[in-house]
Antibody, heavy 122, light 107 residues
Framework: EVLLVESGGGWVQPGGSLTLSCEAS????????MHWVRRPPGKGLEWVAG????????GYGDSVKGRFTISRDNAKNFLYLQIHSLRPEDTAFYYC???????????????WGLGVPVTVSS | NVLTQSPGTLSVSPGEGASLSCRAS???????LAWYQHKPGQTPRLLVY???TRATGVPDRFSGSGSGTDFTLTITRLEPDDFGVFFC?????????FGQGTKVEIK
């Protein structure tokens, strides 16, 4: 059974930083692209970032470029999202999701985690 | 590629059918459109990908159709467990984009 478990969320002040983690199990992690997706309160889902199976090809949504960094550790089966210069509009539930392919661009998301909340407020 | 779902909310009695729409602002390349069901406290569940291919284990009461800019998820003979928010995802162009969701309530 595919399992994706996010951690690292919480409350942070504007301008602060946070690192989200996603522990993967139940599949060959190193063979799948991975993503972070978020849902701000009362709004729809937004794709945040994607990374291919090797970690050598990355992509970001326009609203997070330059502030967020996605990475992975295939030896430990972990996906990460480093978030810097946090803004109130980054407040959202953040989900880790597995891609159906090795590349992150043209695959659908076939498994998701439960998500973790991030609240940015002073 | 902006995805617009309608209706926003649907209230359906068990045994009835439901039709959910997902319209794209631009043609979805290769009909790379997926549908998901999300219930509170659970992970989103993949229902359909490639506009019409049911995911593993999804009952045939769920069917996807459409092409280009207009896509539909049809649920026949709704069961009490079929509630939740249903959303679409286009993955034919970058960035991937999502519809805002249709909430299905069971009467």
């Amino acid at each position: 059974e595919v399992l994706l478990v996010e951690s690292g969320g919480g409350w942070v002040q504007p301008g602060g930083s946070l690192t989200l983690s996603c522990e993967a199990s139940g599949f060959t992690f190193g063979h799948s692209a991975m993503h972070w997706v978020r849902r701000p309160p009362g709004k729809g889902l937004e794709w945040v970032a994607g990374i291919n199976w090797t970690g050598g090809n990355l992509g970001y949504g326009d609203s997070v470029k330059g502030r967020f960094t996605i990475s992975r550790d295939n030896a430990k089966n972990f996906l990460y999202l480093q978030i810097h210069s946090l803004r109130p509009e980054d407040t959202a539930f953040y989900y880790c999701a597995k891609d159906s392919t090795e590349g992150y661009v043209y695959g659908f998301l076939d498994h998701w985690g439960l998500g973790v909340p991030v609240t940015v407020s002073s | 590629n902006v995805l617009t779902q309608s209706p926003g909310t649907l209230s359906v009695s068990p045994g009835e059918g439901a039709s959910l729409s997902c319209r794209a602002s631009q043609s979805v390349n290769s009909n790379y459109l997926a549908w998901y069901q999300h219930k509170p406290g659970q992970t989103p569940r993949l229902l359909v990908y490639g506009a019409s291919t049911r995911a593993t284990g999804v009952p045939d009461r769920f069917s996807g159709s459409g092409s280009g800019t207009d896509f539909t998820l049809t649920i026949t003979r709704l069961e009490p467990d079929d509630f939740g928010v249903f959303f679409c995802l286009q993955y034919g162009s970058s960035p991937k984009t999502f519809g805002q969701g249709t909430k299905v309530e069971i009467k």
